[in-house]
């Protein structure tokens, strides 16, 4: 049975930092194109960071470039989002979601999806 689990949320203070993960079981993460997504109250859910299955390319959504790093330890089956400077317009429910195709940051083209894990950014 394919599963992840997000973890790291929390509340945070804006410029401050966190570190979630996403682990993977049922399947072998590096085989697959994982990707997290984050939705704000009201708002659509919306496409962060993918890392690819074959070479580890990443992607970021122009929001948060060179401020979060994904990455993957292929040995624990996890997949990590680095937030760094954070701002309140971070704040949402992250999820992470994976599949079987190449990289993407649109939500339709995922398979499974984790249950997501609330991150909020305020003073």
Not at 24 to 46: H, L, M, N, V
């Given at each position: 049975?394919?599963?992840?689990?997000?973890?790291?949320?929390?509340?945070?203070q804006?410029?401050?930092?966190?570190?979630?993960?996403?682990?993977?079981?049922?399947?072998t993460?590096?085989?697959?194109?994982?990707?997290?997504?984050r939705?704000?109250?009201?708002?659509?859910?919306?496409?962060?960071?993918?890392?690819?299955?074959?070479d580890?390319?990443?992607?970021y959504?122009?929001?948060?470039?060179?401020?979060?790093?994904?990455?993957?330890?292929?040995?624990?089956?996890?997949?990590?989002?680095?937030?760094?400077?954070?701002?309140?317009?971070?704040?949402?429910?992250?999820?992470?979601?994976?599949?079987?195709?190449?990289?993407?940051?649109?939500?339709?083209?995922?398979?499974y999806?984790?249950?997501?894990?609330?991150?909020?950014?305020s003073?």
């Amino acid at each position: 049975q394919v599963q992840l689990v997000e973890s790291g949320g929390g509340l945070v203070q804006p410029g401050g930092s966190l570190r979630l993960s996403c682990a993977a079981s049922g399947f072998t993460s590096d085989y697959y194109a994982i990707a997290w997504f984050r939705q704000a109250p009201g708002k659509e859910r919306e496409g962060v960071s993918c890392i690819s299955s074959s070479d580890d390319m990443t992607y970021y959504a122009d929001s948060v470039k060179g401020r979060f790093t994904i990455s993957r330890d292929n040995a624990k089956n996890t997949v990590y989002l680095q937030m760094n400077s954070l701002k309140p317009e971070d704040t949402g429910v992250y999820f992470c979601a994976a599949q079987g195709r190449g990289p993407s940051l649109v939500a339709y083209e995922y398979d499974y999806w984790g249950q997501g894990t609330q991150v909020t950014v305020s003073s």
